[in-house]
């Protein structure tokens, strides 16, 4: 059951004990930027080793890639032949980075090592806690795998989790991971250097040492999604241990169990251990409230003898199958009550009921919705309205509008437009909950800011720029934007822009981090575009497995720079962000 792989570490004659000659280094080139060696190396003492830079333009060291134990300098140049010093203090142990240097559209990589790295055998946490740079050797188990020609994968012990980032195949070399035949639920030892990358954890390019294959595997893949009405649910198991022992999580009390059948395998020749095959019933409750997620584990075990004692021991395999079950609420709550992410009607309704009966919010928000019914219209007498909004304009889960004024804060006019059922409106204020038993914004204490579209000139809607966070562009405000860039030319400062998604080029995934989409104002691809081109998730961080994947319609706000990349008016490359997702900033 168990498989292991020696790999030797063979290292050019002292190259890790001492600098490397520059008379002796390839020049690297790559368009009209050139290294004089893309491999730089330190003695485990300290000391300093230089490189030469010739590029044609400005260049720059991406600062993320340097860890606090290397310093270089310069970080920047600019057209010609630059000496550049990589130095590091005396270390404890190997250890080893990757930095980029970039000029324009040129990205060349230097891979730097002190020392020579020694894995040091550790849990997830303690490699969570270590420095960057240090090479670990850790044992666990795959939780999931996110790239299967890189091998990108997630490790998991009792600890944590760490990202594996790159898997080198036996013969060292990499996009071979198929070839280990590593699958979910197996544990696996793996060794190589940590990377902290947008504040997620990596091994980089790691060396298997052994796998132990799982004993059991989920024919129908490790997660499922369930509809709000519940029903059953069937799963499909192999295993090669003695029986199959299904548990749902104690917290999971909308999930039970009703049936096993088991056939078990036929031994061959060839075959001598084949797997057995369960299937599993359960039955899942329907969902009144939120959406909610499951956990069912399946365990197998077996008795196997050590080669080491030569004693037998109980091996065990277990395999994690997540269920996620839909809401049955048809508007969730939304936005934060800023101006560029308002609240919608149920997220509004959640934070005043949170307040407490009379007590009044201590600044303004800002909520949107369709107004469902009229109290009182405006009038040139009192300068306000009254009136009731929710999501879909329906006379469920309202929210009031008590005493509001028109534009600007204003009082109503005669000749101005009236308000009527149907409406889409934003409002601000204060809000209230009256009583404890009604909220609303505070009598004369709001005003309208849109109205189907249409905000009023000066006053508070005229305080934030166009392009902020408050009063984000428009695509077709951004196309215009963008149109006065030069080719190749890139903003010098962030910019806000609003749309929804019309097509999608590539979604989010784990080994990249980031998305390119389109967005037009009204969410058709016939439509005026934009592309979003290499952009980070909420928060500005990469992707990760678990988090919210985009689709076509996504109402979303970008924030970033934007470029002219040869024609192509886009966001520049891994320099823009999703600030907001459907209203959601996190």
Not at 144 to 159: F, M, P, V
Not at 277 to 293: G, I, M, P, Q, Y
Not at 379 to 408: K, M, P
Not at 472 to 483: C, I, L, N, Q, R
Request: with cysteine.
């Amino acid at each position: 059951m168990k498989l292991k792989y020696f790999y030797l570490l063979l290292l050019a004659i002292c190259g890790v004990m001492t600098s490397c000659s520059d008379d002796n280094d390839e020049t690297r080139v790559l368009g009209d930027l050139q290294v004089s060696s893309s491999y730089v190396t330190l003695n485990i003492s300290g000391g300093q080793t230089a490189i030469t830079v010739t590029s044609a333009a400005d260049w720059t060291i991406v600062a993320e890639d340097v860890p606090q134990w290397l310093t270089i300098t310069p970080m920047t140049g600019t057209a010609g032949t630059t000496k550049v010093i990589f130095s590091a203090e005396a270390g404890l142990y190997g250890q080893v980075a990757s930095v980029r240097l970039q000029s324009g559209a040129n990205i060349q990589e230097i891979n730097v090592q002190q020392g020579l790295p020694t894995p040091e055998l550790a849990t997830c946490k303690e490699i969570i806690d270590g420095p960057e740079g240090k090479s670990f050797r850790v044992k666990g188990t795959v939780k999931s795998i996110a790239n299967t020609t890189y091998g990108n994968w997630y490790l998991q012990d009792e600890t944590g989790e760490v990202y594996i980032y790159g898997t080198l195949d036996k013969d060292g070399k990499t996009k071979n991971f198929s070839s280990l035949g590593i699958e979910v639920g197996d544990v696996v030892t793996v060794e190589g250097p940590k990377k902290l990358y947008n504040g997620t954890v990596e091994l980089v390019d790691v060396t298997v040492v052994s796998i132990e294959k799982t004993l059991v595997k989920i024919l129908s893949g490790n997660e499922t999604t369930i509809g709000k009405e519940g029903g059953e649910l069937k799963v499909e198991v192999e295993y090669k241990g003695i029986g199959l022992v299904p548990a749902v999580a104690a917290d999971c009390d909308w999930i039970h169990f009703v049936s096993m059948s088991l056939t078990p395998g036929t031994p061959s020749a060839i075959d001598p251990n084949p797997a057995s095959k369960a299937v599993v019933l359960f039955n899942v409750d329907a969902n009144a409230s939120e959406s909610r997620t499951g956990i069912i584990t399946f365990e197998s075990s077996q008795l196997m003898e050590n080669n080491e004692t030569g004693k037998q021991s109980v091996y065990s395999s277990t395999l994690n199958y997540t269920v996620k079950q839909e809401t049955a609420i048809t508007n969730p709550a939304k936005g934060d009550g800023s101006k560029a992410n308002p609240y919608n009607v149920p997220a509004v309704l959640e934070y005043v009921n949170g307040l407490g009966a009379d007590v009044k919010s201590e600044s303004d928000v800002y909520v949107e919705g369709i107004i469902s019914s009229i109290k009182y219209t405006y009038s040139a007498q009192f300068g306000t309205a009254t009136y009731n909004i929710s999501v879909d304009g329906n006379e469920e889960n309202i929210f009031t509008v008590y005493g509001s004024y028109f534009f600007d804060n204003k009082p109503w006019e005669e000749g101005q437009t009236q308000i009527q059922v149907g409406d889409k409106v934003v409002v601000c204020g204060k809000v209230i909950n009256y009583k404890g038993t009604t909220p609303e914004f505070s009598n004369k204490e709001n005003w309208l800011v849109s109205l189907n579209g249409v905000t009023g000139e000066g006053g508070e809607q005229g305080n934030d720029e166009a392009g902020t966070q408050g009063n984000p562009y428009d695509v077709e405000a951004v196309v215009a934007v963008a149109s006065k860039l030069e080719a190749g030319q890139t903003t010098e400062e962030d910019c806000y822009f609003k749309g929804k998604i019309s097509s999608i080029k590539y979604t989010f995934d784990a080994q990249h981090g980031t998305a390119t989409f389109f967005v037009s104002n009204d969410g058709s691809a016939e439509s005026t575009q934009f592309q979003v081109y290499s952009t980070y998730y909420l928060g500005n961080r990469a992707w990760a497995d678990g988090d919210k994947q985009i689709a076509v319609g996504d109402e979303v706000v970008i924030c970033g720079k934007l470029t002219n990349y040869n024609g192509t008016l886009e966001t520049a490359s891994k320099k823009s962000y999703i600030y907001s997702l459907n209203g959601a900033t996190n």
